[in-house]
């Protein structure tokens, strides 16, 4: 199975800051990745997909890069709402996998 | 509206069964891969299932072969996961999710606890 790992496990922010999350596959994933939102006692909600294009309805704010084993997630400007655990995913094999997440809070 | 509504989960005890519900509305289910993803309590996602549209192709993820069996049924728009032999470390919130790569729809969850 692919292990996906993500860094930080969990961060401090504030109001407007840039924040980068990243996260690495244990085998080259080409762009088979994809970032999720999840708030306290709701469902994932897809972000970005093929490691960089922006779901229909998400906000610019957020922004995704990467390919082969190395992948960055960013927040260009936090937003009160955006605090909540992040999640990446492979797709490139089975079982798909996620990274354990990244817990983003004030 | 797409809607994915999951049923069925429950408290059952070690070495027990549950057969867990997701009813698909608001799009055309016969047209999509379907998954179970589940999160236990604190934890991280984990991937445990999917399908194809017609169901001839399943996957599983390892810890669960030969104890889960996914199925679907088109006509009545529906996702199903057979849990046998539970563990507690099956303790979780499943969820289904359309899609086989991107899971755009995601279910609300229902909770298995296996407990004795």
């Known amino acids: 199975d692919i292990q996906m790992t993500q860094s930080p496990s969990s961060l401090s922010a504030s109001v407007g800051d840039r924040v980068t999350i990243t996260c690495q596959a244990s085998h080259d994933i080409s762009n088979y990745l994809n970032w999720y939102q999840q708030k306290p006692g709701k469902a994932p909600k897809l972000l970005i997909y093929d490691a960089s294009n922006l779901e229909t309805g998400v906000p610019s704010r957020f922004s995704g890069s990467g390919s082969g084993t190395d992948f960055n997630f960013t927040i260009s400007s936090l937003q009160p709402e955006d605090f909540a655990a992040y999640h990446c995913?492979?797709?490139?094999?089975?079982?798909?996998?996620f990274g354990p997440g990244t817990k983003m809070d004030f | 509206e797409v809607q994915l509504v999951e049923s069925g989960g429950g408290l059952v005890q070690p070495g027990g069964s549950l057969r867990l519900s997701c009813a698909a509305s608001g799009f055309t289910f016969s047209s999509y891969w379907i998954a179970w993803v589940r999160q236990a309590p604190g934890k991280g996602l984990e991937w445990v299932a999917n399908m194809n549209q017609d169901g001839s192709e399943r996957y599983y993820v390892d810890s669960v072969r030969g104890r889960f069996t996914i199925s679907r049924d088109n006509a009545k728009k529906s996702l199903y996961l057979q849990m046998n032999s539970l563990r507690a470390d099956d303790t979780a919130l499943y969820y289904c999710a359309r899609g086989r790569g991107a899971h755009r729809y995601w279910g609300q969850g229902t909770l298995v606890t296996v407990s004795s």
């Open positions: 995913q492979q797709y490139h094999s089975v079982p798909p996998t």
